[in-house]
């Protein structure tokens, strides 16, 4: 079974701190990987995604990917108390084929910015 | 502007009751996507389509069922409803690129 997992939390970091959330993943035929973002009562929204080993940066945000060690891992720089919210990783787990569209998700890390 | 969106927001059914959750999308993507999320268990999937008449079983597909008649809607159909399948359910959909887009969710509770 492929399997995508993450510390559940909480996470607790100060305000303007740097948020670590990892994700381990057990296909090693992955392909793409997802950062959600999830507030409480709502839907998961797209953070960013990576395809390359190494690190991409999208504002505040940066994740990181490193195939041979199936980790994946999203930095937040200069936290905020509105990034308070569970973070999902997901796993594209081929690139062709049937079911390669899909998505398996992490169970989230909760994080919490204290202010 | 384009979007995805779910109807009804808030279900409440009786056990055995025959429900079905609406998903429609505007974007004209081939891929929709219908999951469950649960506490502790996070997001499954439950069934997926690539297109039109087209439709696939995920992890969790036991109790439901989809179609799929044109681009635009993927309703989900629990058969005969269950305690266990109370839950908040998402219906996602992608296009060209590999990113998954999600509706606002339905809170299903079967009594």
């Known amino acids: 079974q492929k399997e995508v997992e993450q510390n559940s939390g909480p996470l607790s970091v100060p305000e303007g701190a740097i948020a670590s959330l990892n994700c381990t993943y057990s296909d090693r035929g992955s392909q793409s990987f997802f950062w959600y973002r999830q507030y409480s009562g709502k839907s998961p929204e797209l953070i960013m995604f990576i395809y390359s080993n190494g690190d991409k940066e999208d504002g505040r945000f940066t994740a990181q990917l490193n195939k041979a060690s199936q980790y994946v891992s999203l930095l937040i720089r200069d936290s905020q108390p509105s990034d308070s919210a569970t973070y999902l990783c997901a796993v594209n787990p081929s690139a062709t084929g049937a079911g390669s569209y899909q998505l398996t998700f992490g169970k989230g890390t909760k994080l919490s910015v204290i202010p | 502007d384009a979007e995805i969106t779910q109807s009804p927001r808030h279900k409440i059914t009786e056990t055995g009751r025959q429900v079905t959750l609406a998903c429609h999308q505007t974007?004209?993507?081939?891929?929709m996507f219908w999951y469950r999320q649960d506490l502790g268990h996070g997001l499954r999937l439950i069934h997926y389509?690539?297109?039109?008449?087209?439709?696939n079983k995920g992890e969790v597909s036991d109790g439901y069922s989809v179609s799929r008649s044109n681009t635009e809607d993927l309703p989900l159909t629990l058969e005969s409803a269950a305690s266990s399948q109370t839950s908040v359910y998402f219906c996602?959909?992608?296009?060209?690129?590999?990113?998954?887009?999600f509706g606002p969710g339905t809170r299903l509770t079967v009594l």
């Open positions: 974007w004209n993507h081939n891929n």
């Open positions: 389509s690539y297109g039109v008449q087209d439709t």
């Open positions: 996602a959909s992608r296009g060209g690129g590999r990113t998954q887009y």
